[in-house]
């Protein structure tokens, strides 16, 4: 049973829905904006007491509002704010980290991009078997259907190109798109990466099998056809998993790998390495790490969940002496790698948990004056963060990709005598509801002093 009533949108909740009221319960509604009247409908659960609400219409649109750009909007969830203008998105993303970082600092506005189209430059398709033969694109939201998105505009525009002419080739050589039940056929995903400084770029082709039919002309037609690939990778993936890359990996063509400049240093990006998506952003989001720090020259740096070795290595000509943390072994080859490519001595990585060397006796020995730490969406661990008060680092340099779990960090540092000097945000997905932060820690030495009275 359902009914519809006309309502006013007051204000936005987690940047895509829109918070209303009617007979005095808050119901969210997906694409909403504050300031908007709109009908919604409300639907009643069988014994009347769950009730969820949707939006019907539009009565009064906001000034902010526009058309999606994208067909493929509201299907395959790469982006949730395309009918809200940029300016309106910016705006959004400010009142989001107000709610949850204002406790601690002064929230700036989001450091926009002047052009926020064809940004990404990794790329990730999916194949799949259809009607109308092979289909080339991007997951449904929570789904593993596969959307057909032919010119994706936050997606590099080579990229986007090679794209197309992957799935006509697919099409020539009758090529069977792999089935995740059945775990049979041959093509599975594309990984695309591109170099903004360089324009050098890279093909990952992920199959199901180890047999790869005719290959060699597979690669030299798309070669011939995009002269511009500097390397192509065949990775094989024949688990049933969520994840895109499998273990084993054939360079087909190149040397495996691209460089890419940041910041002012060369960056080796292989297929599995961690690289932000968005370079441009990324040197202003990492610029203001490094100014927060205020390196001297004199400091040891531990650079925590450092990845592939980004921002120590950036650090590490302002400090004396910088220590990379990174589970991941690939990762750290690649870190060690980059930094023999830039002629960086003052660096070291080591392969362990963050939270379990923070704690050793390594650490101790080393004792760190900032660290930076850049963790997963999931945020620093309750381990690491007790790890890095135990270790009473002056400042601390966090930069998030998830304003929730930062909030819920930051509350846990300034309760253990933490206190929040600066924030930034910076946009580095744009038409999405994603956004990155930096945030500035010091030790509180009043409040220290206090609790060892």
């Not at 309502?7 to 936005?12: D, N």
């Not at 992957?166 to 591109?194: M, S, W």
């Not at 292989?270 to 989001?285: D, H, I, M, R, W």
Request: charged residues 25%.
């Amino acid at each position: 049973m359902s009914k519809q009533y006309r309502v006013k949108c007051r204000e936005t909740d987690q940047l895509c829905r829109g918070l209303v009221t009617f007979n005095n319960s808050i119901f969210a509604i997906d694409g909403l904006l504050d300031g908007e009247t709109a009908k919604i409908e409300l639907v009643y659960g069988k014994d009347r007491r769950s009730t969820t609400a949707k939006l019907a219409s539009l009565e009064e649109p906001s000034p902010f509002r526009q058309e999606p750009f994208c067909k493929a909007f509201g299907r395959c969830g790469g982006c949730q704010l395309q009918y809200a203008s940029y300016e309106k998105q910016l705006a959004l993303k400010k009142a989001a980290a107000c709610r949850l970082l204002s406790p601690y600092a002064a929230v700036p506005d989001v450091s926009g991009m002047k052009n926020p189209y064809h940004y990404r430059h990794k790329i990730h398709a999916a194949f799949c078997r259809s009607r109308r033969g092979i289909e080339l694109g991007i997951y449904e939201e929570n789904t593993h259907r596969v959307v057909t998105v032919s010119d994706c505009s936050i997606q590099n525009k080579t990229a986007n190109a090679i794209l197309r002419t992957i799935r006509k080739l697919t099409e020539t050589f009758r090529l069977p798109a792999y089935n995740e039940d059945t775990r049979q056929g041959l093509l599975r995903h594309v990984l695309i990466r591109c170099g903004y400084a360089t324009n050098q770029i890279m093909v990952v082709l992920v199959i199901g099998q180890e047999d790869f039919p005719r290959k060699n002309s597979f690669v030299e037609q798309l070669r011939a056809a995009h002269p511009e690939i500097t390397t192509i990778v065949q990775n094989i993936n024949n688990k049933k998993t969520s994840m895109v890359l499998g273990d084993h990996e054939t360079v087909l063509y190149g040397k495996g790998y691209i460089e890419d400049s940041l910041c002012g240093l060369t960056f080796r990006i292989s297929p599995k390495a961690f690289y932000q998506v968005n370079p441009e952003q990324t040197e202003l989001l990492y610029q203001t790490a490094i100014q927060y720090a205020k390196l001297t020259g004199q400091e040891t740096v531990f650079d925590a969940y450092c990845g592939t070795g980004t921002i120590g290595l950036i650090a590490a000509k302002s400090a004396a002496r910088v220590i990379g943390i990174e589970n991941n072994a690939s990762a750290v080859r690649d870190a060690a790698a980059n930094a023999k490519a830039n002629s960086i001595k003052n660096i070291e990585f080591i392969q362990a948990d963050a939270a379990k060397y923070l704690n050793s006796p390594a650490a101790k020995n080393n004792r760190s004056d900032i660290v930076f730490l850049d963790p997963p969406r999931s945020g620093a661990s309750e381990t690491f963060l007790k790890s890095l008060v135990m270790l009473a680092p002056q400042n601390v340099v966090y930069v998030s990709c998830n304003l929730e779990t930062l909030a819920r960090d930051l509350a846990y540092l300034v309760k253990k005598d933490y206190k929040v000097e600066k924030i930034k945000l910076v946009d580095l997905f744009p038409w999405t509801v994603n956004c990155e932060a930096v945030v500035l820690l010091s030790k509180d030495e009043v409040d220290s002093k206090k609790n060892l009275d």
